[in-house]
């Protein structure tokens, strides 16, 4: 007689990393609770904002889900909090509409939104592409260390230095100037970069591509000795300048 145990298939998911849902909608905690747990993610959860900082001091997650709408306080204050206690990636989940929020949000680092409501599939490709920002690329990469003007990029830690001085990059900040170094002077369109940096299709009313790179724009301008930016062009999209003669008059 066989033993059943045998005959089960094997449990194929792998980790996927450990998350942290901190939302008061327990209803909604428990669907994903079992839905992400099943594509490979650990998942911990909290439901007043209190209890979603200390449990982000004792998870070490990976990344954190968070509600801007907490019984307690804020969860934009919770994303302060975090931001400057941890190094974690945030996605934070808003009301529709609610567009002071999220570009709030992403001032303060957070590294995505989804505006509720939401699919949980969707959710799902948001954590990957959110996580696989945050993982250096592979030793085959062709371009894992260059230079670009004063710049210098480097893939194995995920650094950029200018004129030998380390920028203090997030993650989306540091694969948007990235991309931009490797094509200086050129008009990258923003359904480009959305594509190539958050990893998901274009969408006209979405504002985070043009915080973070607000955001990327006043790091570069407080460089001592950096002239260049990164210039705003109408109806296209936006190009980093190394010498402010190649940009003049776009």
């Known amino acids: 007689m066989h033993n059943s145990k045998m005959l089960q298939k094997p449990n194929t998911v792998t980790n996927a990393g450990t998350v942290l849902l901190i939302d008061d909608d327990t209803e909604l905690c428990g669907m994903l609770q079992n839905y992400l747990g099943r594509h490979g993610w650990q998942v911990r959860v909290a439901h007043t904002g209190r209890k979603g900082i200390v449990a982000a001091r004792e998870a070490a997650a990976d990344l954190i889900v968070l509600d801007i709408m907490l019984p307690d306080f804020d969860g934009l204050e919770v ?22 929020d999220r570009i709030v949000g992403l001032e303060l680092g957070a590294d995505d939104y989804l505006a509720k409501p939401f699919g949980p599939r969707e959710l799902l490709a948001r954590m990957r592409a959110v996580a696989r920002r945050s993982v250096p690329r592979e030793p085959q990469d062709t371009e894992l ?25 997030t993650g989306i900040e540091y694969a948007l100037l990235r991309l931009m170094l490797s094509r200086p002077h050129e008009v990258l369109s923003r359904e480009a970069l959305v594509k190539q940096v958050f990893e998901r299709p274009f969408r006209p009313l979405d504002r985070s591509l ?34 402010p003669l190649l940009g003049r008059g776009l």
Do not use: W
């Open 79 to 100: 994303l302060r909090r975090v931001q400057r206690e941890m190094d974690v990636r945030v996605l934070l989940l808003t009301a529709r509409g609610e567009e002071v």
């Open 145 to 169: 260390r260059f230079t670009s003007g004063a710049f210098t990029v480097n893939g194995a830690t995920r650094e950029i230095t200018f004129a030998n001085h380390v920028l203090d990059l």
């Open 210 to 243: 043009d915080m973070h790179v607000l955001r990327l724009r006043r790091k570069l301008e407080a460089l001592l000795g950096f002239n260049g930016g990164i210039k705003t062009v109408r109806s296209s999209g936006y190009m980093l300048v190394l010498d």
